[in-house]
């Protein structure tokens, strides 16, 4: 993380700086971090550091350790499920009512546009970085928000997709699996939106969520199980304390 230096919107920067290091993974499930630690890192005086940290908690990025300080919640797969769930049907509406749009009133440029994200994301696979492959996987989806013609869908799964951001960090930094799958759906999505197919449109967006879901919550419960096999004497201790 890097200091902060000016006064201006402070709070939101310092908000966002913490929470892009949950997210990337600088700060780490588990990591205890405290007031004067984030303070010094960011250049800030403790007032933004403990606002930021009780927004995080209410969002379930940082949660009480029971000593002194806090620490970066775990990602929780029911959570996941849950965030996916919802996801899954506001993907398909923003889908739906972008191909109805398009029935309505014609393609526009969307074809010209939506090639340029999908050009993005062969560009994030073949630079195998999964920061640009999050970053072109949420702008994808972050577009087919915009021309839903619905403000509310994007501003509601704003704070899920940060959760699914961080999901998608950990899933990619030690698994990059296929990303190629989920661009050829993303270019499928993408088809039917332009041929003004809603049906069709929003059923490939509910499915291609539901798959993701299953791709993460599956690579996390395989962690689970190596991480309860490699330390398997603090699992049990945690669990009698």
Request: aromatic letters at 4%; a negative charge.
């Amino acid at each position: 993380m890097h200091k902060i230096d000016a006064p201006s919107q402070l709070l939101e920067r310092v908000y966002d700086a913490i929470l892009d290091a949950i997210c990337t993974g600088l700060l780490k499930a588990g990591e205890r971090v405290t007031q004067e630690g984030l303070a010094a890192q960011l250049g800030v005086s403790r007032q933004p550091i403990l606002q930021a940290i009780h927004l995080l908690k209410r969002q379930g990025f940082i949660e009480d350790s029971g000593r002194k300080g806090v620490e970066i919640s775990a990602i929780d797969p029911a959570r996941l499920v849950q965030l996916y769930q919802i996801r899954a049907a506001l993907d398909g509406l923003a889908a739906r009512e972008a191909a109805s749009i398009v029935a309505r009133n014609g393609a526009g440029d969307l074809r010209e546009a939506g090639d340029a994200h999908l050009a993005a994301g062969q560009a994030a696979i073949a630079s195998g970085s999964a920061g640009e492959l999050i970053a072109a996987d949420m702008a994808f989806h972050q577009f087919i928000y915009q021309r839903s013609g619905n403000p509310m869908i994007a501003d509601t799964t704003a704070i899920h997709w940060q959760h699914i951001r961080r999901a998608m960090g950990a899933h990619l930094q030690s698994d990059a699996g296929t990303p190629e799958q989920s661009w050829r759906e993303h270019a499928e999505i993408l088809d039917a939106v332009i041929a003004g197919q809603a049906e069709l449109a929003e059923q490939r967006a509910r499915n291609h969520a539901e798959r993701a879901a299953a791709v993460l919550v599956g690579r996390l419960a395989k962690q689970a199980e190596v991480d309860a096999a490699e330390h398997p004497q603090s699992l049990r201790l945690s669990a009698e304390g």
